[in-house]
């Protein structure tokens, strides 16, 4: 089955009891069991939801996975990864990642005996030097959030094979639509699926796609006894979301194509960061490994003065200030006060994360009209 046949059936069936085409909402707590023990599949809704099955399901074809695990939030998918480790292993992480992913490894495991390292990926020759006997897990973000680094992913997971490393990719930024990392190597793909998959910036939602049953069966255990589930009506409108993948993803590409065009060519831009141009480090990894380049960009303005860059943010009318991306509508960012606050201003600048870097979130509009907004406000 191919990828845009894949997101309006995969895992979905009309509902049996009445041909709903539509997966229902099963808004249930639990299930009535024939007797103790004896259950057609479903006991306690933390354990087992119909709505979130179908879902789950839906994911796992759409990545060419084993099986698919969702959650309350990117963030608390990403935990449940990290509690596959143990007191004393080392995650290796790309030095250029979301500031919330950031949080979460050096502010909240870090005190249980999980230590982290953030290292730049490009070059992976030095990443197998930083490897070393504690390393269990190696964090990829490809493209990487804001700078939109580009991480050769069947590289980094032929080098982790040889060291029975996990390889886990954040494919947030990409979605399935544009890059499957399990067919490149990796063990786990992470979304936070609040942003492509969803993609009507309502909803907050979290999946892990893992490659093969013993990771699945481990974090499915920790699914159900940590219990960060998202509810059947986020399920729902996600799955609703996905049936439109291909063609918001492909849209807001489009997109992002023509309005990099323009802001390279602008007079107080100095660098323009996206992947489809030929002079980007990364273009062609990114060309070999993904079908599009994407539909996020940042810029970073010639005097390197934050209250330019919030002055921008504040006369856009059609791009919306706001945290998040993904959505069909655009949205305009500033890293360094808004995603990645949460990071040592000395260690967002070495990784060249400025305080006047903006970061763009390209939607479906009319591209002209996005293009007539940003140039009245810069």
Not at 94 to 118: A, H, M, P, W
Not at 178 to 195: C, E, I, N, R, Y
Not at 245 to 262: E, G, P
Not at 346 to 360: F, M, P
Request: aromatic fraction near 8%; proline fraction near 4%.
């Amino acid at each position: 089955m191919k990828f845009n046949t894949k997101v309006i059936h995969s895992g979905v069936h009309p509902d049996p009891s009445t041909g709903a085409i539509m997966t229902p909402i099963f808004q249930t707590s639990t299930y009535v069991q024939d007797g103790p023990g004896n259950h057609k599949g479903f006991e306690y809704a933390r354990t087992q939801n119909p709505t979130r099955q179908v879902l789950e399901e839906n994911l796992a074809a759409l990545e060419n996975g084993y099986g698919g695990i969702c959650f309350g939030s990117g963030l608390a998918a990403m935990d449940a990864i990290i509690k596959l480790l143990k007191s004393g292993d080392e995650v290796l992480a790309t030095n250029d990642l979301y500031g919330g992913s950031y949080r979460l490894l050096v502010r909240i495991f870090k005190q249980f005996g999980i230590e982290s390292r953030f290292i730049p990926m490009q070059d992976t020759t030095f990443v197998a030097s930083q490897i070393n006997e504690n390393t269990k897990l190696i964090w990829i973000e490809t493209p990487t959030n804001p700078l939109l680094n580009i991480i050769d992913i069947s590289a980094i997971c032929q080098l982790a094979k040889q060291k029975n490393i996990l390889v886990c990719v954040d494919n947030t930024f990409a979605s399935p639509y544009l890059q499957t990392p399990l067919d490149l190597g990796a063990d786990l793909v992470l979304h936070s699926a609040t942003k492509y998959l969803g993609g009507h910036s309502d909803v907050v939602h979290g999946a892990v796609i893992s490659k093969n049953k013993e990771n699945y069966e481990a974090l499915k255990f920790i699914q159900n006894a940590s219990g960060a589930i998202p509810g059947p009506m986020d399920c729902f409108l996600v799955l609703r979301g996905i049936k439109t993948l291909h063609l918001r993803v492909q849209r807001s590409c489009d997109n992002a194509r023509q309005i990099a065009n323009y802001l390279l060519k602008h007079p107080k831009i100095s660098r323009v960061l996206y992947p489809g141009f030929e002079n980007h480090p990364g273009h062609l990894v990114a060309k070999q490994q993904m079908n599009d380049f994407g539909a996020m960009i940042s810029f970073d303005l010639k005097d390197g003065q934050f209250e330019t860059a919030r002055n921008i943010l504040s006369k856009t009318k059609l791009f919306a200030c706001a945290e998040s991306l993904g959505g069909v509508e655009s949205l305009i960012g500033h890293p360094a006060s808004m995603t990645h606050a949460s990071i040592p201003k000395e260690d967002r600048l070495a990784n060249g994360l400025t305080d006047s870097l903006i970061r763009l979130s390209i939607g479906v509009e009319d591209v002209n009209d996005l293009i007539e907004d940003l140039d009245q406000a810069i």
